[in-house]
């Protein structure tokens, strides 16, 4: 079963830019989608873009075109998500977490069946 | 594109039944039938629930059940447990994205 590994908590100053990890482990990892969810203190999810790191194609939100790139690491099976222009409204936890279906089945379906537990971002002077 | 709407909280008695409404636009839901449902504990990461509307996911309860109906996907969880009070989130993919709902408290009286 695949498990998703993400980097430790940061801690940045506004107008920076972090870069988060996550590392697939004990399963098939280029062919499937893997998406970055934040949840800022006490409010929902939201969906900021994702990767099919086979293809290397990505695709963001709207809100996070240009200060979001996702990229991916098939070598060591690691995608990451760099943010930048830091605020504080960036303050959040950072999800990865994988599509359920491989890109390459005849019949695709869209969810999340694996997340990481979370990366914790600090923006503060 | 914006949030898809649930009330932001549900609440209910052991044994009881609720219903989670997610309220969307055409271009959310459209003709797909990709809406799933994710539950969320204090600290922890979202679980999956329910895909595909109606599907639950391996080793979830058949206590839970999803619905969807035009642009508003419903999920009904029956026999309510205390292990049930946590946060629920809907989401759609729509051809190029995923939205998500904007979340609904489960307390169980």
């Known amino acids: 079963q695949v498990q998703l590994v993400q980097s430790g908590a940061e801690v940045k100053k506004p107008g920076s830019s972090v870069k988060v990890s996550c590392k697939a482990s004990?399963?098939?990892?280029?062919?499937?989608?893997i998406s970055w969810v934040r949840q800022a203190p006490g409010q929902g999810l939201e969906w900021m873009g994702g990767?099919?790191?086979?293809?290397?194609?990505?695709n963001y939100a709207q809100k996070f075109q240009g200060r979001v790139t996702i990229t991916a690491d098939e070598s060591t099976s690691t995608v990451y998500m760099e943010l930048s222009s830091l605020s504080s409204e960036d303050a959040a936890i950072y999800y990865c977490?994988?599509?359920?279906?491989?890109?390459?089945?005849?019949?695709?379906?869209?969810?999340?069946?694996?997340w990481g537990k979370g990366t914790t971002v600090t923006v503060s002077s | 594109q914006s949030a898809l709407t649930q009330p932001a909280s549900v609440s209910g008695s052991p044994g009881q039944s609720i219903t989670i409404s997610c309220t969307g636009t055409?271009?959310?839901?459209?003709?797909?039938?990709?809406v799933s449902w994710y539950q969320q504990h204090p600290g922890k990461a979202p679980k999956l629930m329910i895909y595909?509307?109606?599907n639950r996911t391996s080793g979830i309860s058949n206590r839970f059940s999803g619905f969807k109906s035009g642009n508003t996907a419903s999920l009904t969880i029956s026999g309510l447990q205390s292990e049930d009070e946590a946060d629920y989130y809907c989401?759609?993919?729509?051809?190029?994205?995923?939205?998500f709902g904007t979340g609904t408290k489960v307390t169980v009286l």
């Open positions: 977490a994988r599509d359920a279906t491989s890109v390459w089945e005849p019949i695709l379906t869209y969810y999340m069946d694996v």
């Open positions: 004990g399963g098939t990892f280029s062919s499937y989608s």
């Open positions: 990767i099919i790191p086979v293809f290397g194609a990505t």
């Open positions: 055409s271009s959310d839901f459209g003709t797909y039938n990709y």
């Open positions: 595909d509307v109606t």
């Open positions: 989401s759609s993919y729509t051809s190029i994205n995923y939205v």
